[in-house]
């Protein structure tokens, strides 16, 4: 089994939709959750931590259950430029390594 | 602007070459640096941690003698791909955490294409 699992989607919407992806993580000592935008050929940038309580950030919620081992990433109002992949990353202690998953492909269309 | 530099961002190299890779973190120092690889439509993964003035750790699987780490500054850590081979052509990806606001942020490079023919 996988540490990080995502769904690779490819998910495609049109403008202005609402979008939902998961996330799974095997590891319960998890302790830090984070959502990376990765662009085509291009290093992953922080979207947004994710925290206990849930977060959002303009358009973006991010939600998450520890019970689960689940976390979520909400856009409302998609733009054409949210057409990315977006990583699920957890990481275990303070300082430590990260593992990714897989990553989800969203492209949104005019 | 960048906070972590990686260079170069694209090479090209033949069969049986050495290849270079190095990673700065610019205005703040980095005692822990990770060295990822991405293959195409996959995830990043990790293949080392480079620890400044000790050894790196390997993750299972990564053969330590074909990718050489040094981590000789607090701001520099570099990856060697020793006598590349097609089957290592891929995205190598660094990263560096930096401490803000009391939250350790990992910031990444831009990446290091390898084409090795």
């Known amino acids: 089994r996988k540490e990080v699992e995502q769904d690779p989607g490819p998910f495609n919407v049109p403008e202005g939709a609402t979008v939902a992806f998961n996330c799974t993580y095997s590891?319960?000592?998890?302790?830090?959750f984070f959502w990376y935008r990765q662009d085509c050929r291009k290093e992953p940038k922080l979207l947004m931590s994710?925290?206990?309580s849930g977060n959002e950030d303009g358009r973006f919620t991010a939600q998450l259950n520890r019970a689960s081992q689940y976390i979520s990433l909400l856009i409302r109002d998609s733009k054409l430029s949210d057409s990315a992949t977006y990583l699920c990353v957890v990481r275990e202690y303070n300082n430590n390594d990260m593992r990714f998953g897989a990553g989800t492909r969203l492209t949104v269309k005019p | 602007g960048a906070v972590v530099s990686q260079h170069p961002s694209w090479v090209i190299c033949k069969s049986g070459t050495s290849v270079k890779i190095e990673c700065r973190s610019l205005d703040f120092q980095a005692t822990t640096m990770f060295w990822y690889r991405q293959f195409p439509k996959q995830s990043l993964m990790l293949m080392a941690t480079?620890?400044?003035?000790?050894?790196?750790?390997?993750e299972q699987g990564v053969e330590k003698d074909k990718f050489l780490i040094n981590h000789a500054s607090l701001t520099l850590s570099t990856l060697t791909v020793t006598s590349a081979h097609p089957e290592d052509s891929s995205f190598y990806i660094c990263?560096?955490?930096?401490?803000?606001?009391?939250?350790?942020?990992?910031?990444f490079g831009a990446g290091t294409r390898l084409s090795v023919l």
């Open positions: 990263s560096a955490t930096r401490q803000i606001l009391a939250k350790n942020i990992q910031y």
């Open positions: 994710v925290y206990s």
């Open positions: 590891n319960s000592a998890s302790q830090s």
């Open positions: 480079s620890n400044e003035g000790s050894k790196a750790t390997y």
